[in-house]
């Protein structure tokens, strides 16, 4: 099945690439299947309502009224009625496509299975409604099909050959066995209705109206296959006297008929019955993507400050995930074709399904971006999106706190502890950060330097920046007691779980969210090794080394580095110098078994990064927490 379905998603997405390249990706109807199909089930619909207006169900009357509406009433009664059969004709190639396309690309397992299991008894509900269709015009192909098909129903035991009695002779079909036939030709229709809705309904944002342009290309051909091949009676009305001699046959609803005349009854249920139970079992069927595959933790960073954070079940998509949630993620085609749903990883791991290379190249898939309508997380996701995400998004609280104490860690570093009023405290995890907001609306971020339980007050170190706004605010003005506004927490540069040794890069007051980070970590118990990188530019920029040297002291799994990048001759410093991510380099020629947490600098950052891939670290093992430069407002 894993070879079928690869050769189908060759040739979907083959002609999806050609269909891209006629109409353009927002107006490829492979897109659009389903939307297609609600369109076309309207367009059968009403014309179905136009001609049973004029339809009469007697028997002697039936064959007469159809040929009236057909030539006496060409203007309208005639191409209603072939736009009646080619509607329906579609809807059966739409409806199957569509559900070829799933399975295709494996779309029918785990939360899934209520939508293709309904799938499944539309398929079956729409053919009976069609079949049902060509027996009341009561011409030769109406008594073919009638009576093929209730031979076939009076195999079963329940019925025991009561069916055909009703077509032993002419007289045999009554006013009243029509007027069933012609009810139930409302009846089914309607019940096809109700399930389309009941299936959609696990479908977020699902579409039941396909683009403008496409319904009115749509409908412009079915008019005008309706006026150069109108659909006919064929070949007078029924005579239950005479068998059929031949007949041609719609093959989209009456391929199996031949069938009934050349095989055995029973092996034509055995094969209807067997296929529909295969289609039933499949969301079941052991597959590639059905284990170990479970809930995952999705963040959703937005524009404008606003941020998500939600469950994605087994095998769902990201934009599905946050469609289902209410966020107001863009998209469009949902099928990897158009790009407008494209995002960010900041963290975590992804499975792209397939899509066009066009909407994300490879290039941009190694910058770590990725298309929410085909990314399925694999562990705990965090993604930017360059949108606002609506009302369902949930804004960071904003919270006035008092300046509870101030220290100078160092020349050009400052401790300030924060408290909420009335002994509030702020729940957040270790790593994350708060933006302190300035009069006129700007935001300043600095990570929680305490840890989660030590949470009685917020511990912030601020680093000078030459020219910076608020560092400078903070060293030269700011006072014990003043109010400093900020929202938070935010951000997810948080330890995950695993088993994968540690290695802690820090950068000047990157330190801070490290320092949170590793004493949550020794509260918790936890014994992975965890191994210190600390580089400031000289000496003097370190501080709390007394802490540090006691969590070496009192934790054998932890060990700390210092590095300084610009010693003076005259500093008294005897350890190791250059850039901190060179000493990491220096001490591990392969990397690929840790877990490597940066925080520093954007171009530090960067480039500590791309040297720690080129190591065989994995992508999906790399977490960064990145510092604004001073030019972007410190």
């Not at 941020?307 to 998209?331: C, I, K, M, N, S």
């Not at 562990?379 to 360059?386: F, H, L, S």
């Not at 601020?462 to 006072?479: C, D, L, Q």
Request: include cysteine; proline fraction near 6%.
């Amino acid at each position: 099945m894993g070879r079928l379905q690869a050769l189908l998603q060759w040739l979907f997405l083959r002609v999806e690439g050609v269909f891209n390249a006629a109409f353009g990706d927002r107006l490829n109807p492979l897109y659009h299947l389903g939307a297609i199909t609600f369109f076309l089930f309207w367009v059968v619909g009403g014309t179905g309502l136009y001609l049973y207006a004029f339809f009469e169900t007697g028997v002697d009357a039936a064959y007469s009224s159809v040929e009236a509406i057909t030539h006496r009433q060409w203007f309208a009664g005639g191409v209603l009625r072939s736009l009646h059969r080619y509607a329906s004709d579609a809807m059966v190639l739409t409806m199957l496509l569509h559900l070829l396309r799933h399975f295709a690309f494996d779309r029918f397992r785990g939360y899934r299975w209520f939508s293709w299991i309904t799938g499944v008894a539309l398929v079956w509900l729409v053919y009976a409604s069609g079949i049902n269709g060509y027996m009341l015009p009561w011409d030769r192909l109406a008594q073919f099909v009638i009576v093929a098909v209730f031979e076939w129903l009076d195999w079963l035991p329940s019925f025991g050959g009561t069916l055909m009695r009703n077509f032993v002779y002419s007289t045999s079909v009554s006013d009243r066995f029509f007027s069933l036939l012609s009810f139930l030709h409302i009846g089914l229709p309607l019940v096809v209705l109700l399930l389309m809705w009941v299936h959609v309904q696990r479908v977020p944002k699902a579409r039941t109206s396909p683009p403008r342009p496409i319904w009115i290309g749509l409908a412009g051909a079915l008019l005008v296959l309706s006026l150069v091949r109108p659909a006919l009676s064929q070949g007078g009305a029924a005579d239950m006297a005479q068998a059929v001699g031949s007949v041609e046959l719609d093959w989209f609803y009456l391929a199996l008929l031949p069938l009934l005349a050349a095989w055995p009854l029973g092996q034509v249920w055995a094969l209807v019955g067997a296929g529909t139970a295969l289609l039933a079992v499949l969301p079941w069927w052991p597959g590639r993507r059905t284990a170990g595959h479970g809930e995952h933790q999705l963040v959703v960073h937005g524009a404008g400050g606003t941020q998500a954070q939600l469950r994605v079940r087994a095998d769902e998509t990201l934009l599905d995930a946050g469609l289902r949630e209410g966020l107001a993620l863009p998209f469009e085609c949902r099928n990897g074709a158009c790009g407008v749903c494209l995002c960010t990883v900041e963290y975590g791991k992804v499975e792209h399904r397939p899509y066009q290379r066009s909407a994300l190249p490879d290039e941009a898939r190694a910058r770590g971006q990725a298309l929410m309508c085909c990314a399925v997380p694999r562990e705990d996701v965090v993604i930017d999106v360059d949108a606002p995400l609506g009302e369902a998004a949930t804004d960071s609280a904003v919270h006035a706190g008092r300046v509870d104490a101030m220290e100078r860690l160092a020349p050009d570093v400052m401790r300030v502890w924060v408290t909420l009023p009335g002994g509030q405290r702020l729940p957040f995890a270790a790593g994350q950060y708060i933006n302190i907001l300035l009069d006129d609306g700007q935001r300043r971020a600095f990570s929680f330097a305490n840890p989660p339980h030590d949470d009685a007050r917020i511990e912030l170190h601020v680093r000078r920046i030459p020219g910076g706004r608020f560092t400078g605010h903070v060293f030269e003005a700011m006072r014990v007691g003043d109010t400093l506004r900020f929202e938070g927490p935010l951000g997810s540069f948080t330890l995950r779980e695993g088993e994968r040794p540690i290695l802690l890069v820090a950068a000047a007051t990157g330190f801070a969210p490290i320092k949170s980070i590793v004493e949550d970590a020794f509260h918790r118990g936890l014994r992975r090794p965890m191994h210190l990188y600390w580089g400031v530019r000289r000496p003097q920029d370190l501080y709390l080394l007394d802490l540090v040297e006691g969590w070496r002291r009192a934790h054998p799994e932890f060990r700390a580095d210092l590095v300084v990048s610009e010693p003076q001759p005259d500093d008294p410093w005897q350890g190791r110098t250059g850039l901190v991510h060179e000493a990491i380099l220096a001490d591990h020629p392969e990397l690929a078994g840790y877990a490597v947490y940066v925080c520093g600098s954007a171009r530090m950052v960067d480039a500590a990064v791309q040297g720690f891939l080129a190591r065989g670290l994995h992508e999906g093992a790399c977490f960064s927490d990145v510092f604004l430069p001073a030019t972007q407002g410190a």
